[in-house]
């Protein structure tokens, strides 16, 4: 179920660059992602800690540019 956050996640973050030239952050996500339901089966902690993981890795893709 991890693993599904994090692939979605990524996915809206990329949809969201590439159709509307804006960035996800943490906090957008976390919003648009508490109601869905791998973010609910698993700790909420966990479903943060994964959040914050792919906002890490998304801001080094862009600052490596």
């Known amino acids: ?3 599904n956050l ?3 996640s990524n996915y809206l973050v ?3 660059f590439i159709f509307e030239k804006t960035y ?3 906090y ?3 919003k648009r ?3 869905q339901s791998d973010y ?3 700790p909420a902690k966990v479903s943060q800690q994964i959040l ?3 906002d890490r890795n998304t801001e080094e893709f862009f600052s490596s540019e």
Do not use: E, G, P, V
């Open 1 to 3: 179920m991890s693993k």
């Open 6 to 8: 994090y692939n979605y």
């Open 14 to 16: 990329r949809q969201s």
């Open 24 to 26: 996800l952050s943490y």
């Open 28 to 30: 957008d996500l976390q």
């Open 33 to 35: 992602l508490s109601t």
């Open 40 to 42: 609910q089966a698993i």
């Open 52 to 54: 914050m993981i792919l």
